[in-house]
């Protein structure tokens, strides 16, 4: 599933563009780590950022244009939120997509799984059913690929520690 020369770009990738877009995107609060952001991608689109929208969610993390609004309308420098191609624009640009998901996890953050914590588990819930359903099943592939992605960065840490 996870080919090591894909896991390894998208890694990179993503590694760009969590360290890059606090120049592009104004988010002052960041609850989401790198690692999170990465395994939502992969869970969400495997990476793959070709695919521009697919049934109304865009981008590599599949952003809707609700989740979006809610998020508060993150734009591209060059961009304003009533712009036609605002939405498109933000969320198919990976560090703009980014800071969506980080602005939305800040406010509609929760304990999804009860575990008296809020974590990347929860961001995940959150993301993939909204905050009013995030206590709700989550489909099987789903979390089958982002349980092995946090598996795999949980023993990454542990081996760089």
């Given at each position: 599933?996870?080919?090591r020369?894909?896991f390894?770009?998208?890694v990179?990738?993503?590694?760009?563009?969590?360290?890059?877009?606090?120049e592009?995107?104004?988010v002052?609060?960041?609850?989401?780590?790198?690692?999170?952001l990465?395994?939502?991608c992969?869970?969400?689109s495997?990476?793959?950022?070709?695919?521009?929208?697919?049934?109304?969610?865009?981008?590599i993390?599949?952003?809707?244009?609700?989740?979006?609004v809610?998020?508060?309308q993150l734009t591209l420098p060059?961009?304003?939120?009533?712009?036609?191609?605002?939405f498109?624009?933000?969320?198919?640009e990976?560090?703009?997509?980014?800071?969506?998901?980080?602005?939305y996890?800040?406010?509609h953050?929760?304990?999804?799984?009860?575990?008296?914590?809020i974590?990347?588990l929860?961001?995940?819930?959150?993301?993939?059913m909204g905050?009013?359903?995030?206590r709700?099943?989550?489909?099987?592939?789903?979390?089958?690929?982002?349980?092995?992605?946090?598996?795999?960065?949980?023993?990454?840490?542990?081996?760089?520690?």
């Open positions: 599933m996870f080919s020369i894909g390894v770009l998208s990179l990738v993503l590694w760009s563009v969590i360290n890059c877009f606090s592009s995107v104004d002052p609060l960041k609850p989401v780590t790198e690692d999170c990465e395994c939502l992969e869970a969400l495997g990476c793959n950022a070709s695919a521009v929208c697919v049934n109304g969610a865009c981008g993390f599949r952003i809707t244009w609700g989740f979006w809610e998020a508060g060059n961009d304003t939120a009533l712009s036609d191609n605002a498109t624009n933000c969320v198919n990976p560090h703009c997509a980014a800071g969506t998901i980080q602005k996890m800040y406010k953050g929760q304990d999804c799984n009860n575990d008296q914590k974590n990347c929860d961001y995940g819930a959150l993301h993939k905050h009013l359903k995030c709700n099943e989550l489909s099987y592939s789903f979390v089958n690929t982002f349980s092995k992605c946090l598996k795999i960065k949980g023993r990454q840490a542990t081996a760089a520690g």
